[in-house]
């Protein structure tokens, strides 16, 4: 096993996921050795920003709340977080289209492993299977990037 590869793949994965798959053949490696640095990079930073995505949550709604303080005590009008922009609508609207297994089987796919995995656990977070299926989503479609990077070059 070529270890600078799968380390490389790994690391890829953790950060750009869809792409991560393609220098496999470079390093001179199998597609299972592709496929499981592929999907252990993306479950690593899956794990990471889904678990650590509650802390977060938490501290921008504490800061919110300070600066919400803050301008009511100098007699300002406080900043309005809830104000419809094009990128929260095309989320809500993905939500929408796709509903629970769009978001946690595509979501990492198509955006960021980080942001994809932190959309799913703001909007389905409190279900018990949503970590389980970001993961067999990540599984899947490691695989299919596997065969197809393989496939084309």
Request: proline share 3%; hydrophobic share 55%.
């Amino acid at each position: 096993m070529n270890w600078v590869g799968f380390w490389s793949i790994y690391t890829l994965a953790m950060v750009k996921f869809l792409v991560s798959s393609f220098p496999g053949e470079k390093f001179q490696m199998a597609i299972h050795e592709t496929w499981l640095a592929s999907f252990l990079g993306a479950a690593t930073a899956s794990a990471i920003f889904y678990f650590g995505s509650e802390l977060v949550m938490r501290f921008s709604n504490r800061i919110r709340a300070k600066k919400r303080a803050a301008a009511l005590a100098a007699g300002k009008e406080p900043i309005n977080y809830h104000k419809v922009t094009r990128t929260k609508k095309w989320i809500i609207r993905i939500k929408w289209r796709f509903g629970f297994y769009g978001i946690t089987l595509f979501a990492p796919l198509l955006f960021s492993v980080p942001i994809g995995s932190f959309v799913a656990a703001k909007f389905y977070g409190r279900y018990q299977t949503t970590f389980l299926f970001i993961l067999l989503g990540l599984a899947i479609n490691a695989f299919l990037l596997a065969l197809l990077s393989y496939a084309i070059f």
